[in-house]
């Protein structure tokens, strides 16, 4: 409960790392698989999510989902071995269980390809990109993190609780109304890739204090 408090402030993959694994080990795969996806796919280099490979490499075996997770198995060999850290035992026990045909290290670009579709394919309205964009949402300013010379950032909260990610360049008309509990109207750019979903096309309506 305390992680999901914070994820709701602060969308990390590490933070949803750790509820899959917490989820894992109550055996609740769905939950696992959730969070490990969500994770995957959130911004973040992939060598630093060489234990979040692995443990989507132990949710797919227990789904019994045989050959990605080997595959994932695999990719979290292969990344320490490009990185020439050391390879824990329990991927080679792993590994063992597998009739799989071994992966070489020259493979790995082409096994980091095939396994990112896989990851993407859990992304929300993968397929439609400009679904949300279309959809202007109201919200209150709910956190500012800078207000400089060069802009404004900081966090939307909108739809019973969720928040969203928003920025302000400094010559924009709007900065200067904007604070904490400005009523704002704006569209959502969905997440792709590595960028995190975001507000765009952000206007004021109206200053509410909370």
Same mark, same amino acid.
Not at 1 to 17: A, C, D, Y
Not at 140 to 165: H, P
């Given at each position: 409960?305390?992680?999901?408090?914070?994820?709701?402030?602060?969308?990390?993959?590490?933070?949803?790392?750790?509820?899959?694994? !917490?989820?894992?080990?109550?055996?609740?795969? %769905?939950?696992?698989?959730?969070?490990?996806?969500?994770?995957?796919?959130?911004?973040?280099? !992939?060598?630093?999510?060489?234990?979040?490979?692995?443990?989507?490499?132990?949710?797919?075996?227990?789904?019994?989902?045989?050959? !990605?997770?080997?595959?994932?198995?695999?990719?979290?060999?292969?990344?320490?071995?490009?990185?020439?850290?050391?390879?824990?035992?329990?991927?080679?026990? %792993?590994?063992?269980?597998?009739?799989?045909?071994?992966?070489?290290?020259?493979?790995?670009?082409?096994? &980091?390809?095939?396994?990112?579709?896989?990851?993407?394919?859990?992304?929300?309205?993968?397929?439609?990109?400009?679904?949300?964009?279309?959809?202007? !949402?109201?919200? &209150?300013?709910?956190?500012?993190?800078?207000?400089?010379?060069?802009? *404004?950032?900081?966090?939307?909260?909108?739809?019973?609780?969720?928040?969203?990610?928003?920025?302000?360049?400094?010559?924009?008309?709007?900065?200067?109304?904007?604070?904490?509990?400005?009523?704002?109207?704006?569209?959502?750019?969905?997440?792709?890739?590595?960028?995190?979903?975001?507000?765009?096309?952000?206007?004021?309506?109206?200053?509410? *204090?909370?």
């Amino acid at each position: 409960s305390e992680l999901k408090n914070i994820l709701r402030k602060k969308n990390e993959w590490f933070i949803q790392k750790e509820l899959a694994g !917490l989820y894992f080990e109550e055996n609740d795969l %769905e939950n696992a698989f959730k969070y490990a996806t969500q994770a995957i796919i959130n911004f973040g280099s !992939l060598e630093f999510k060489v234990e979040l490979v692995f443990l989507l490499g132990e949710i797919l075996n227990k789904k019994n989902e045989k050959d !990605l997770a080997f595959k994932h198995f695999t990719l979290s060999k292969l990344i320490r071995q490009s990185e020439e850290w050391k390879i824990p035992q329990k991927i080679f026990d %792993e590994l063992r269980n597998f009739e799989n045909a071994e992966i070489s290290i020259n493979d790995i670009g082409k096994l &980091k390809s095939e396994l990112k579709k896989y990851w993407n394919s859990f992304i929300p309205q993968q397929n439609n990109p400009k679904q949300n964009t279309n959809q202007r !949402l109201s919200g &209150k300013i709910d956190k500012i993190l800078n207000d400089n010379e060069k802009g *404004m950032d900081g966090f939307i909260k909108y739809d019973s609780g969720k928040s969203v990610y928003f920025s302000v360049r400094s010559d924009h008309k709007i900065k200067d109304d904007l604070q904490i509990g400005s009523k704002v109207k704006f569209k959502i750019l969905p997440a792709s890739g590595e960028k995190k979903k975001r507000a765009i096309e952000v206007r004021s309506t109206s200053i509410d *204090m909370i």
